[in-house]
């Protein structure tokens, strides 16, 4: 064969060999003798081996990972687990070794391994002091069954990785997190960011500074963000460490972590050589912050080093170790910070075209090199999960003995906050259960501390609490005109919080003699054994009202975090009754608990000027001890939350009596509330329980769990409420099954008798959702006010006329804008431009879209189109893809007094008019296929009025659009 001898000191650009050294180039083959070959190209930080793949041709290999472990060491696997999972072993082949002995893929004795997914399987289970070993490898056929090697170039995914945190929240709630995926970068993601100058922003204004250019990108790119820039210049990583181990407090990670972030943000490019920081302690105490932080189950971010001109040579070598350390130890969080911005004719120094002139800082162009490397690693980080069908958490107060606490069933759903029901230290471990059956390993574990009690606890400090509302039902109790009045407070109401509602007896009678409610809600809906009662009549001689002690002139605003419900009606008490007054009895008190029990009440009252003074006192004590308030408010006045009568310290006790009359020199007094707060445990009760769910599907199943040694001899199963009637089958039995759901929310309910006649009752809020097939949908309806939630809905409000309104979908962060308020874009008529009741419906939900849709709607009064005329804009789309639109108009015709044609009419991006009859429309739409946004992302709709012929009026209750 024909061979070529060249002796040169460089072939190509990346071939590098020692002067003088013969490099023979042959037709198929490089021969080095003597001498070292040195590929320079982008793979240059990547360790890695040339493979042979047995075809003649030899390629770069990434190398795997290597690790080994005893079972039960801390952040890996325990006696007794048989699955370990890391994602950074994903997409190599994998070798394991047990005490020294290479275990073969086996299910009966060896291992089960996915490459793909990083998971190893051990049978049998793991013992105590188990010694593994285990090493990832790419391009190598480790396989025992000859299945294809294998040779692809390794791309290491996030994958679920699971690291438990808890954190404790102001309102006697705790959150637990377990993991992060797309939804925790995309969904009001909470970020912080600690450092130094470059993150500080030194020496540059906005727009030019790195965290501007985070604040800008989260704002485009996510909805609702909150950033958090705690970096000071001249930081090195000391002054992040803890407060007691130097740390400032105001800029280190436990100010970080106070937060409660989403992910944290960590840039320290060059400070600590000067500090005299050696770069292993630098690695320790990032290693610390990151430890911190993944306690809490919050992933960290680290930027590399950077380089720095002003530095000598052998403090540019400790930033280039700090940078190549930082790659190693955290492969999918590192944020590249040194290689874009060097200068590869002196790599220690910043390429000058990135340099702010100091030889230390990064001008605007340097810093968006950072920002961009740190959302590549957001965008690779924060993925759907996948393959897992649902989370198991574990709880335990010793961190032995586990027992199941929750279960998400939602996989893109990784952390949940709960009601803290007691103050001890508690711990938590999640596990995934995936969709093969088998399950991950669990988490690392979670500590929740222990919280102290207060002195004077207040209601952020109470153990539990149950809020009793007295009034009226608004269906069959009646006001003094005889009509249905009284207003039941929304149990959950706005801020989560149940609400036991008392009609007193009920019908028309109302609070009479021997009124009770029994087995009262705790605020997080916990049953308890508490009844109210009262005794004797609180009306009197007084009044011929059918309903009794029921006054309707409360407030019509909220009181604190009592409800506007829950303050508007009330049971009243008239002087008339006798001198002793009545008692309010609560019953099923914990003698060990201490209860703070508060009375109050209000009543709006300009025509007279007398008080109306309600007087309460404990038992058979004096009533020279009794405690007063008045409870009359002028019209015009503020509510107060404090002026109340309150009984503090109440224990000891299993019942209390709490006697009640009107106070000298008033005719009446008034009770809207009862508010309880409890210091104590929640006594265990047998329980049914349901959880809420979600689905995309017309059928279901349900099923109830008895808890707590409930004994279950019989059930049965009913619909509370729903936008129509649900089929329940299998109805007295434990798990009932549901067909004929449509969009919106039900909720089912299961009684189940004890063997001793007791009935416990429980109830699941289920969501349907419509189902987009995997696309990106908006679906829009419009309406006056905020009407009831569609789920999978995005209501957009327009309260009156001559508004602007811009409203985005946190969904699909598409935003709808009426471009304008002027008369020009949108004309109303009586003041309005928006209807939430003279739509109309199918009330069974069987339309095309939901009734609720169908009810509401935006119109335009008289204004006919023009060219350019657009008032209605979709904003936020992909310029490059097509679209599908929906548009829907209903008008009811019983409402319809002018007798005149009611239409939706609508142009879109000024194309031809499309027209829908609106008069009882339940079932027809108009769709436009491939609707192409403009280069902006910007679809335009025009709702105008057209001829005489179709009204005056162009309505539009909803529209849905998809991405095609």
């Given at each position: ?26 037709r ?30 030899t ?78 490898l ?44 797309a ?46 820039n ?61 430890n ?12 590399t ?17 700090l ?44 810093n ?17 999960v ?5 989370y ?115 019908d ?76 309010l ?7 060990t608990?201490?209860?703070y ?20 006192k ?71 329980k ?24 019989s059930?049965?199963?009913?619909q ?27 909720v ?5 008798t ?211």
């Amino acid at each position: 064969m024909f061979k070529q001898v060249l002796y040169i000191p460089l072939l190509l650009a990346g071939i590098a060999t020692v002067a003088q050294s013969p490099l023979r180039v042959e037709r198929d083959s490089v021969k080095i003798t003597n001498a070292e070959l040195v590929l320079r190209n982008n793979t240059k930080d990547v360790t890695g081996y040339l493979y042979n793949t047995g075809d003649g041709k030899t390629m770069f290999r990434k190398m795997g990972r290597q690790m080994q472990f005893l079972a039960g060491t801390s952040g890996y696997p325990a006696a007794g687990d048989s699955v370990y999972q890391d994602a950074t072993l994903a997409n190599y082949t994998i070798k394991v070794l047990r005490n020294g002995l290479l275990q073969y893929r086996s299910n009966s004795n060896g291992v089960k391994i996915d490459d793909a997914a990083g998971k190893i399987t051990f049978y049998p289970a793991l013992q105590n002091n188990d010694h593994i070993y285990i090493e990832a490898l790419g391009g190598m056929d480790l396989t025992l069954d000859g299945s294809s090697v294998n040779t692809g170039n390794p791309i290491i995914p996030q994958g679920l990785q699971l690291r438990a945190g808890v954190f404790e929240n102001a309102d006697k709630t705790y959150t637990l997190r377990w993991t992060s995926n797309a939804k925790t970068l995309y969904l009001q993601p909470k970020v912080a960011g600690i450092g130094s100058s470059t993150l500080a922003g030194y020496g540059l204004d906005a727009p030019d500074r790195l965290g501007d250019k985070i604040s800008l990108w989260l704002g485009n790119n996510t909805a609702g963000s909150s950033w958090n820039n705690l970096a000071v210049a001249g930081y090195t990583s000391k002054d992040v460490l803890p407060a007691t181990q130097g740390g400032v407090v105001g800029h280190n990670i436990e100010t970080a972590l106070g937060l409660n972030p989403d992910f944290i943000f960590v840039s320290l490019p060059s400070n600590d050589p000067a500090a005299n920081i050696s770069v292993n302690q630098s690695i320790a105490n990032l290693k610390n912050i990151d430890n911190l932080a993944q306690a809490r189950g919050i992933p960290v971010f680290f930027e590399t080093t950077q380089p720095r001109t002003s530095y000598t040579a052998p403090q540019q070598d400790m930033l280039r170790q700090l940078a190549d350390s930082i790659r190693t130890i955290w492969p999918n969080r590192f944020v590249e910070g040194y290689n874009d911005v060097a200068d590869p004719a002196a790599t220690g120094n910043i390429l000058s075209k990135y340099d702010k002139g100091d030889g230390i800082h990064l001008n605007s162009a340097g810093n968006q090199l950072i920002a961009a490397r740190l959302f590549d690693k957001w965008m690779e980080f924060f993925q759907s999960v996948r393959g897992v069908k649902r989370y198991v958490i574990d709880s335990s107060l010793d961190k032995t003995s586990w027992s199941q606490f929750a279960v998400e069933q939602d996989a893109n759903i990784v952390k949940r906050s709960f009601i803290r029901y007691n103050q001890a230290k508690q711990y938590f471990r999640v596990k995934a259960e995936l969709q093969d059956g088998s399950y991950s390993p669990f988490s690392s574990i979670a500590v929740l501390d222990e919280k102290t009690t207060p002195t004077n606890p207040g209601v952020d400090d109470y153990n539990y609490r149950l809020l009793v509302d007295l009034g009226g039902d608004g269906l069959i109790t009646l006001n003094g005109s005889g009509k249905a009045d009284g207003k039941p407070t929304p149990s959950p109401d706005g801020s989560g919080k149940y609400w036991n509602n008392w009609y007193g007896i009920g019908d028309v009678t109302g609070f009479a003699d021997k009124s009770s409610i029994a087995a009262l809600k705790t605020t997080t809906n916990a049953a308890t054994k508490m009844s109210m009662q009262i005794i004797g009549l609180p009306q009197g001689t007084f009044g011929s009202s059918a309903t009794k002690s029921i006054n309707y002139n409360g407030f019509n605003v909220p009181v604190g975090d009592y409800p506007m419900e829950a303050v508007y009606d009330n049971m009243f008490l008239h002087s008339s009754i006798n001198p002793n007054g009545i008692t309010l009895r609560i019953k099923g008190l914990v003698k060990t608990n201490t209860y703070y029990i508060k009375l109050w009440g209000a009543r709006l009252d300009d025509a007279s000027t007398t008080p109306r003074i309600l007087q309460a006192k404990l038992g058979d004590a004096a009533w020279e001890t009794a405690l007063s308030a008045d409870m009359r408010y002028a019209t015009t006045a503020t509510p107060d939350y404090n002026r109340a009568i309150t009984f503090n310290q109440v224990k000891g006790l299993d019942s209390v009596d709490i006697v009640l009359r009107v106070g000298a020199g008033s005719t009446f007094a008034h009770l809207s509330l009862v508010d309880i707060g409890v210091m104590g445990t929640l006594p265990i009760l047998p329980q049914l329980k349901l959880t809420d769910t979600t689905t995309l599907l017309s059928t279901m199943q349900l099923t109830a769990v008895p808890v707590n040694n409930a004994q279950i001899t019989s059930y049965q199963w009913s619909q509370v409420s729903g936008p129509n009637t649900a089929t329940i089958s299998n109805g007295n039995t434990a798990s009932a099954s549901f067909s004929g759901l449509t969009n919106g929310t039900f909720v089912f309910k299961v009684t189940g008798t004890t063997a001793e006649g007791e009935a416990l009752i429980a109830q699941s809020t289920v969501k349907v959702f419509p189902n987009n097939n995997g696309k990106k949908t908006l679906r829009a309806h419009f309406s006056k006010t905020a009407v009831t939630p569609i789920p999978g809905w995005f209501n957009v409000t327009y309260p009156t006329g001559g508004l602007h309104i811009v409203a985005t979908d946190p969904s699909t962060n598409w935003t709808i804008d009426n471009v304008s308020g002027a008369t020009t874009y949108w004309s109303v008529l009586g003041g309005n431009q928006a209807s939430d009741v003279d739509g109309t419906s199918t009330n069974n939900n069987s339309g095309v879209i939901p009734d609720i849709a169908l009810k509401s709607f935006w119109f335009n009064y008289s204004l006919r189109y023009t060219p350019g005329m657009d008032n209605l804009l979709l904003k936020g789309l992909n310029p490059s893809k097509t679209y599908t639109l929906k548009l829907y108009a209903a008008r009811n015709s019983a409402t319809n007094t002018d007798g005149k044609a009611k239409y939706g009419v609508w142009r879109i991006n000024g194309g031809s008019e499309q027209l829908l009859n609106a008069l009882d429309n339940t079932s027809n739409e108009i769709v436009i296929t491939n609707v192409t946004p403009d280069a902006n992302g910007i679809i335009r709709l025009s709702v105008h009025s057209t001829t005489t012929t179709y009204g005056d009026f162009s309505i539009l209750n909803a529209l849905i659009l998809q991405e095609n």
